[in-house]
C-alpha cells in the first residue's frame, strides 16, 4: 500500500531549512510518498523531483498516512506520473521551486513549471483520488488536510 510521510519541522533535530518554511501553525515542512516497495518520491532542493531510498527511522519526526484509497493499478499509474516528472527533472524543464517552498504559505509565490515536495507528490496522486487540481500553493500541511478528508469519505462508501 502506498502512504505518506509527512515530515515534522518542529521535531527536535530538525534542519534549518524546514524551520524557514514552518509556518505559524502548520508542523509539517516536507512529505513522501512512499510506494509499496518501499522507494520515496518528493521533489528535493536542489535536486527536483526524485526518487530515492529513505529510512524513516525517528517517528518523532515523521507521521505516516496511509493511502488505502490507492490500490496495485492506482500505484502503477501513479509510478508512470512520477518518473515522467523525475525524467522532465533530468532534462532540466522541471526543477525545484525554492521561492515557491519558501513564500507560497505568506505571499501566494508559486511557479507552475516548478514543483516543491507537497506540489509534486499531489500533481503525481490528483488523477487517482479523483480530486480538481488544487495544486498551486498545495502545502504539506494542506495537502494532509486533503488526504485525510479522502480517506474519511473513502471510508464511508
Known amino acids: 500500500m502506498m502512504s505518506l510521510q509527512f515530515y515534522n519541522g518542529r521535531a527536535k533535530g530538525a534542519k534549518f531549512v524546514h524551520k524557514a518554511i514552518l509556518t505559524v501553525s502548520d508542523?509539517?515542512?516536507?512529505?513522501?510518498?512512499?510506494?509499496?516497495?518501499?522507494v520515496s518520491f518528493s521533489?528535493?532542493?536542489?535536486?527536483?523531483p526524485r526518487f530515492k531510498q529513505i529510512g524513516y527511522s525517528h517517528p518523532d519526526r515523521w507521521r505516516r498516512v496511509d493511502l488505502p484509497f490507492c490500490g496495485a493499478a492506482?500505484?502503477?499509474?501513479?509510478?508512470?506520473?512520477?518518473?515522467l516528472l523525475?525524467?522532465?527533472?533530468?532534462?532540466g524543464l522541471v526543477k525545484y521551486d525554492t521561492a515557491g517552498a519558501i513564500l507560497c504559505a505568506a505571499t501566494g509565490h508559486d511557479n507552475?513549471?516548478?514543483?516543491?515536495?507537497?506540489?509534486?507528490?499531489?500533481?503525481?496522486?490528483?488523477?487517482?483520488?479523483?480530486?480538481p487540481v488544487l495544486n498551486h500553493k498545495m502545502h504539506p500541511q494542506r495537502?494532509?488536510?486533503v488526504v485525510e478528508i479522502i480517506t474519511d469519505l473513502h471510508a464511508l462508501k
Do not use: K
Open 27 to 38: 508542523p509539517y515542512t516536507h512529505v513522501e510518498l512512499v510506494f509499496s516497495d518501499g
Open 112 to 131: 507552475p513549471w516548478n514543483f516543491f515536495c507537497s506540489e509534486v507528490v499531489y500533481e503525481v496522486l490528483a488523477p487517482e483520488i479523483a480530486v
Open 74 to 83: 492506482d500505484e502503477a499509474r501513479v509510478r508512470y506520473r512520477a518518473d
Open 43 to 48: 521533489s528535493e532542493l536542489r535536486i527536483g
Open 86 to 91: 523525475a525524467t522532465l527533472c533530468q532534462r
Open 143 to 145: 495537502l494532509l488536510t
